[in-house]
Antibody, heavy 121, light 108 residues
Framework: QVQLQESGPGLLKPSETLVLTCSVS?????????WGWIRQSPDKRLEWIGHIYENGNTYYEPSLKNRVTISMDTSKNQFSLKVTSVTAADTAVYYC??????????????WGQGTSLTVSS | SSELTQDPTVSVALGQTVRITCRGD??????ASWYQQKPGQAPILLIY???NRPSGIPDRFSGSTTGDPPSLTITGAQAEDEADYYCSSRDSSGNHLIFGGGTKLTVL
């Protein structure tokens, strides 16, 4: 059974750097899926942040690309998200997820439980 | 266009059929996936690809890929189906994922 678990700070000040880690169990991150991050703002809108493939290829939401890095640690079966210079607009619940493609169309079949981030001075 | 548009709210009488739609230019080239989210929970995948359902998803949930726009149909809505529903796909460039704004379904 595939399980994902996020870990990271719940509170940051503006301009700080967010680092979240997703620990994956029940499936190796090197076996054919993408591994990504999605966030949900307080108004409940879902926003894809980006995802990474086992070969290290990354894909990012254009509006976040300059501040976001996704990396993978295959030895720990984990992947991570780094967001620099956070602002209140980054306040959201952050989900890590497994992303697949069928007929070139994406789907997210496993989600972590989500970790809440508040950015406030 | 890099947007997917959903009706914000939809209601259905218990046991009746309801259709939730998702509009966007990119859906002419890619299939939509559909998610259900209940309060305090992560979204769960309902439909992907050509009307594929993950194991454990009841068959009252189905996806329409023909016609315009793509839609999620719940045949015989149950009280437990009251939730937020989101569609997702690729954007027109093909390189990024996008989500619809969500539809809040009320079961009367």
């Amino acid at each position: 059974q595939v399980q994902l678990q996020e870990s990271g700070p719940g509170l940051l000040k503006p301009s700080e750097t967010l680092v979240l880690t997703c620990s994956v169990s029940g499936y190796p991150v090197t076996s054919g899926y993408y591994w990504g991050w999605i966030r949900q703002s307080p108004d409940k809108r879902l926003e894809w942040i980006g995802h990474i493939y086992e070969n290290g290829n990354t894909y990012y939401e254009p509006s976040l690309k300059n501040r976001v890095t996704i990396s993978m640690d295959t030895s720990k079966n984990q992947f991570s998200l780094k967001v620099t210079s956070v602002t209140a607009a980054d306040t959201a619940v952050y989900y890590c997820a497994r992303v697949g493609f069928r007929y070139s169309s994406p789907f997210v079949d496993y989600w972590g439980q989500g970790t809440s981030l508040t950015v406030s001075s | 266009s890099s947007e997917l548009t959903q009706d914000p709210t939809v209601s259905v009488a218990l046991g009746q059929t309801v259709r939730i739609t998702c509009r966007g230019d990119s859906l002419r080239g890619y299939y939509a996936s559909w998610y259900q989210q209940k309060p305090g929970q992560a979204p769960i995948l309902l439909i992907y690809g050509k009307n594929n359902r993950p194991s454990g998803i009841p068959d009252r949930f189905s996806g329409s890929t023909t016609g315009d726009p793509p839609s999620l149909t719940i045949t015989g809505a149950q009280a437990e189906d009251e939730a937020d529903y989101y569609c997702s796909s690729r954007d027109s460039s093909g390189n990024h994922l996008i989500f619809g704004g969500g539809t809040k379904l009320t079961v009367l």
